[in-house]
């Protein structure tokens, strides 16, 4: 059994069909990539995974059960945004514990697994810190240390290396797989860039227009792409 199953996903907005019938599986443990140009319905796709949106049509399995009309927060999935979206008036500790907190875990505990979390994402030290005093790819770190540290089943992120400068980026794709196969979670990773994609991901899912075109691994796509847009999409890399 695939930890995700997506069948017959589609949202449409009035006239406009988003995201049409998607169909994909996602193994645990694995690193998948959604990939397409802006407006193909990648982030539409993780806002309903995630639960901020609501399917038209279409079933999303986690684990075995149909998580469509599950809470966000009841979920076993935690999502990386664009926009980091770190809590200015906490500290870096507080804002890695803040889920925790929330799902009452004790403080000791709290603690030691924030702890570990700033080691993994190689930020030790770094908890009683503000937001504030950090870079970009610090603050990306810390978000990612706050999105792994309650052992979520899924971790999404959409787009969140867009804002970093190209060497920053290209350092932070290493570690995110580094930390992908640390922890074993399993990774849903939506973006328009080619080359992120195709060098993070174990699999990928080329979308265009709303329509999923193919599902395949890196050398599947670049041997034997099912279309012209596949072809043509994976094979401009600058
Ligand atoms: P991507 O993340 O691939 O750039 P999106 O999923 O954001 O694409 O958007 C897919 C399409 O759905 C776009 O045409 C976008 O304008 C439209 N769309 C997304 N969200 C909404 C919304 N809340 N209301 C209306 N249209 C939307
Ligand atoms: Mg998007």
Redo the contacts with the bound molecule.
């Keep these: 059994m695939s930890l995700l199953s997506v069948r017959g996903l589609t949202k449409r907005?009035?006239d406009?069909t988003?995201?049409d019938g998607a169909n994909f599986d996602v193994e645990d443990g694995e690193f998948v990539s959604i990939l397409?140009?802006?407006?193909?319905?990648?982030?539409?796709?993780l806002?309903m995974v995630a639960g901020f949106?609501t399917p038209t049509e279409g079933e999303i399995v986690l684990a075995g059960e149909n998580i469509v009309g599950t809470p966000p927060f009841e979920r076993d999935i935690n999502m990386v945004f664009q926009n980091l979206a770190l809590f200015p008036h906490l500290t870096v500790a507080e804002n890695i514990q803040y889920g925790l907190k929330q799902r009452g875990v004790q403080k000791d505990e709290r603690e030691r697994r924030t702890e570990e979390m700033l080691e993994m994402v190689r930020l030790p030290g770094y908890g009683p810190r503000d937001p504030s005093e950090l870079s970009g790819g610090e603050q990306q770190r810390v978000a990612l240390a706050r999105a792994l540290v309650n052992e979520p089943a899924l971790v999404l992120f959409?787009e969140p290396l867009s804002s970093l400068d190209r060497k920053l980026r290209q350092h932070m794709q290493t570690e995110l797989q580094r930390i992908q196969a640390e922890t074993g979670i399993t990774f849903l990773y939506?973006t328009?860039d080619q080359e992120v994609a195709l060098s993070v991901s174990d699999r990928l899912v080329v979308?265009n227009d709303?329509l999923v075109e193919q599902v395949d691994s890196v050398e599947a796509l670049y041997e034997s792409p099912q279309s012209q847009f596949v072809a043509d999409f994976i094979g401009d890399v600058n």
């Excluded at 802006?38 to 796709?45: D, F, L, R």
């Design positions: 907005f009035g406009l988003a995201v397409g140009p802006s407006g193909s319905g990648k982030s539409t796709i806002r949106e959409d939506v328009h979308l709303g």
